[in-house]
C-alpha cells in the first residue's frame, strides 16, 4: 500500500459525460501528478501540482482539467469523453516536486467510456 | 525533451534464470532515471533510481541497474528470478531541470514460467 488513495475504482460512462478522478496523496506530500495509461499511448504525464499550484504540464487534453485543494487533494476533471479516453489513470505523489523525490503512485481509476 | 525506448516488448524466463530488461533514453540536458514495476490490476512501484554517483545502482527485491552515460542506457538486471517476478517493468526518465515529470518508456513484460 503506498498510502495514495484513487477513487472511485472503476467509473463506467458514456460518450459526451463528464467525470471527476479524485486523489488523495500521502500523509505530508505536497506534490500531486496525474498518468494516464492507454494500450496505445503508454504511460503519459498529464499535469503535476505542488502545494496548490500547477507546476508542470504535458499531454494533457484540453477537455481535462485538474486542481489541488488546501488539504492537497486532487481532482481531475474529464469532460465531452471520447472512446479513446477509457484509460487507466494514475495518481502520484511526492514530498515535494523536485524530480529528485520518490513518486508514489496509487491503484488508479480505470475509465470506461461506451 | 526526454525520449525513452525499451528494447523488449516481452521477456519470458526460467525461474532461477537471470533477466535483463534494456533502456535506451535520449535528452539534451542531464537526467535522473528510474525503473518502475507494476504487478497485474495495481500501481507502479519504485524499484530503483539513478540521481548521480556510482553507476551501479541496486534496488528492492534483487534487482540492480548500470547506469551508461555513454551509451545513454539504463539496463536492469537480475541474477535470479522468481514466479513472483512476473510483471510490467517500466523505465522511466526525468530531466534534472524539469520537475518531476516522468517520462516513461512503453514497457516490458517480464513472464516467469517453472
Known amino acids: 500500500d503506498s498510502g495514495v488513495t484513487q477513487t472511485p475504482k472503476h467509473l463506467i460512462t458514456a460518450t459526451g459525460q463528464r467525470v471527476t478522478l479524485r486523489c488523495s496523496p500521502r500523509s505530508g506530500d505536497l506534490s500531486v501528478y496525474w498518468y494516464q495509461q492507454s494500450l496505445d499511448q503508454g504511460l503519459q504525464f498529464l499535469i503535476q501540482?505542488?502545494?496548490?499550484?500547477?507546476?508542470a504540464k504535458g499531454n494533457i487534453l484540453e477537455r481535462f482539467s485538474a486542481q489541488q485543494f488546501p488539504d492537497l487533494h486532487s481532482e481531475l476533471n474529464l469532460s465531452s469523453l471520447e472512446l479513446g479516453d477509457s484509460a487507466l489513470y494514475f495518481c502520484a505523489s511526492s514530498v515535494d516536486g523536485q524530480a529528485v523525490y520518490e513518486q508514489y503512485f496509487g491503484p488508479g481509476t480505470r475509465l470506461t467510456v461506451t | 525533451a526526454q525520449s525513452v525506448t525499451q528494447l523488449d516488448s516481452q521477456v519470458p524466463v526460467f525461474e532461477e534464470a537471470p533477466v535483463e530488461l534494456r533502456c535506451n533514453y535520449s535528452s539534451s540536458v542531464s537526467v535522473y532515471l528510474f525503473w518502475y514495476v507494476q504487478y497485474p490490476n495495481q500501481g507502479l512501484q519504485l524499484l530503483l533510481k539513478y540521481l548521480s554517483g556510482s553507476t551501479l545502482v541496486k534496488g528492492i527485491n534483487g534487482f540492480e541497474a548500470e547506469f551508461n552515460k555513454s551509451q545513454t542506457s539504463f539496463h536492469l538486471r537480475k541474477p535470479s528470478v522468481h514466479i513472483s517476478d512476473t510483471a510490467e517493468y517500466f523505465c522511466?526518465?526525468?530531466?534534472?531541470?524539469?520537475?518531476?515529470?516522468?517520462?516513461f518508456g512503453a514497457g516490458t513484460q517480464v513472464v516467469v514460467t517453472p
Open positions: 522511466a526518465v526525468s530531466g534534472t531541470d524539469s520537475w518531476g515529470k516522468l517520462q
Open positions: 501540482y505542488y502545494n496548490g499550484e500547477e507546476r
